[in-house]
């Protein structure tokens, strides 16, 4: 039962630390000590973590699951694939909006958008660190849900 039990632990636990991470962050980021910031902060703070979650989801977890399938499951490519898991739906979500007209999208090349998107990619690996280090430790290399 207990061998059962641990690998479903390690996946919940993990999928849990990688939504909380970049969700943790961007709460302290967005919290300016205002008075009525607190609602602010944590509204931000459920929207961001919902968000992580349906990433972690759809993407981080089939990653992952690939790379140790793959035995590539080391923090390199974890890093890469959480960069790249982050940024292009963030690049492609703002895009698809920019299609709306010919302007918008050469707005598309601004510093402000590129640093948006660079903090996308930045989330996501944030997100892939917590889910490499707990499945790391909660897991032996080759455990799977079987």
């Not at 890469?80 to 007209?101: D, E, I, K, R």
């Not at 790391?136 to 080759?142: C, D, F, K, S």
Request: glycine residues 10%; contains cysteine; proline residues 5%.
């Amino acid at each position: 039962m207990m061998s059962t039990l641990r690998p479903w632990a390690a996946w919940i636990t993990a999928i849990l630390v990688a939504s909380l991470l970049p969700a943790l962050l961007l709460a302290v980021l967005m919290f300016d000590g205002r008075v009525g910031a607190d609602r602010a902060t944590g509204t931000g703070f459920l929207v961001a973590f919902v968000i992580a979650l349906l990433h972690v989801l759809l993407l981080g977890v089939p990653i992952t699951a690939l790379l140790r399938r793959k035995g590539r499951f080391r923090a390199g490519p974890m890093l890469v694939a959480g960069f790249l898991a982050g940024l292009l739906p963030c690049s492609l979500f703002l895009l698809l909006q920019s299609l709306a007209t010919r302007e918008s999208l050469v707005g598309m090349l601004s510093p402000t958008i590129g640093l948006i998107v660079l903090c996308a990619g930045g989330f996501g690996m944030l997100a892939a660190a917590g889910l490499w280090g707990v499945l790391r430790l909660m897991l032996p290399p080759r455990a799977t849900l079987d």
